[in-house]
């Protein structure tokens, strides 16, 4: 069995990564650490997480996280580094903060206010990159950076029309919207209770958004050698859900692309996720809605081309707790420990 434990697994993330640990065959459950509510019983702060109610939190230190095979990181940005720097190189440790995301220095000053950590294998294995997918780089690794959420549902999007050189990396527009656990469940000024309720609203807005950075850098990777710096005008919105993304992302056509029409769009994508098995190209006419990805690992991608304004528009719906975290990071274990990739993670979603 591998003996896993849990940081922050207290809040949201932490609390979907042990509903989806509980599940997993392979699986023991070892420490679970956070912050303040050390010394709780975990059933005061996830009562739905019934079979570990009475397993005491214990607090975040190198001491009550060594000794497990994996550990997992869902602790608020830039609490990683430091913890990981100090765990033996036997633990394997994946992250689901944004502290090892990115690999441009200088991206990270621009859109984080903590000190640059550096950059892990980037835990997206869908992602076409350099003719293979980046699951390829997470098979065996000891350290694994899982992508934001707003990251997967619109590189995966996306990705396929800039792996077969479709899309124009100048002309990009993503407008997203997230259901508010996203937030994490600390009180934010955009997530006041009574605000929230009833209204969508967005934010970040104007490039500012730390997951632009984040996108660019997967459409970029998904372009090859030949393709330019990839640019992307992306709008989040707070949609009043608990759970939840869907992103609409556009894109001009790249002049002068073969199979640049619909019939050649949609190959491109069927293509790419024929072999995946959590990321479904919808039958045509039907399009993503998050109710139907809730609470399983899968995303649900359309594709289709708006002739008239001449733009490729794919949009995409995932759980932002189970693919967009939780989900992802398990599925990153399972490749990093050479377990069959699936394993321990549900395809099917919740519904109505
Ligand atoms: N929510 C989401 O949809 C997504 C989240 N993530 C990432 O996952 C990570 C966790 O996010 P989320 O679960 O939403 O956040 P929450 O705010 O819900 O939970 C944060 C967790 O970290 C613990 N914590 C906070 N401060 C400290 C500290 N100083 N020392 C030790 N533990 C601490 C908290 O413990 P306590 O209860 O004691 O305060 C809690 O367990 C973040 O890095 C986030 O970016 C990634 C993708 C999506
Ligand atoms: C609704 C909401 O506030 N969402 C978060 C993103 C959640 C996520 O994926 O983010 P991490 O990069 O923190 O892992 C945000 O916009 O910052």
């Not at 139907?292 to 899968?298: A, E, H, K, R």
């Amino acid at each position: 069995m591998v003996r896993v434990a849990v940081a922050g697994a207290t809040g949201y993330a932490g609390g979907e990564l042990l509903r989806l640990l509980l599940g997993h065959s392979e699986v023991e459950i070892g420490a679970l650490t956070a912050g303040s509510s050390a010394g709780q019983r975990l059933g005061e702060v996830h009562p739905h997480l019934t079979p570990l109610a009475d397993r005491v939190i214990e607090g975040t230190t190198v001491e009550s996280l060594a000794g497990h095979d994996v550990v997992f990181l869902a602790l608020p940005h830039g609490h990683s580094a430091a913890l990981a720097a100090q765990l033996p190189d036997t633990v394997t440790v994946i992250d689901c903060g944004a502290d090892f995301r990115l690999r441009d220095e200088s991206d990270w000053t621009t859109f984080y206010d903590t000190p640059y950590a550096g950059a892990w294998a980037y835990g997206l294995p869908e992602l076409p990159v350099g003719g293979g997918r980046q699951r390829d780089a997470l098979v065996g690794t000891g350290h694994i950076a899982v992508p934001g959420c707003y990251p997967t549902a619109v590189s995966l999007a996306l990705a396929p029309g800039f792996a077969a050189g479709l899309l124009d990396p100048a002309d990009v527009v993503v407008v997203a919207a997230s259901g508010t656990s996203g937030a994490g469940k600390s009180l934010k000024p955009h997530l006041l209770g009574a605000e929230v309720m009833g209204a969508m609203s967005p934010y970040g807005v104007g490039g500012g958004h730390r997951h632009t950075p984040e996108i660019e850098q997967n459409l970029t990777a998904a372009s090859g050698a030949d393709g330019s710096q990839v640019r992307v005008s992306f709008t989040p919105t707070l949609a009043p859900m608990p759970r939840g993304i869907i992103a609409t992302c556009t894109a001009r056509l790249r002049q002068g692309a073969s199979g640049a029409d619909a019939a050649g769009i949609r190959e491109a994508w069927a293509k790419a996720y024929a072999d995946e098995p959590f990321v479904h190209l919808l039958p045509e006419g039907q399009w993503p809605s998050t109710a139907s990805v809730l609470g399983s690992n899968c995303v649900h991608v359309q594709v289709t081309f708006d002739e008239r304004a001449g733009r490729v528009i794919a949009v995409a719906a995932v759980d932002n707790l189970t693919k967009g975290t939780a989900g992802a990071a398990v599925q990153c274990m399972n490749l990093a420990l050479g377990l069959p990739e699936t394993t321990g993670l549900p395809v099917a979603g919740v519904a109505p």
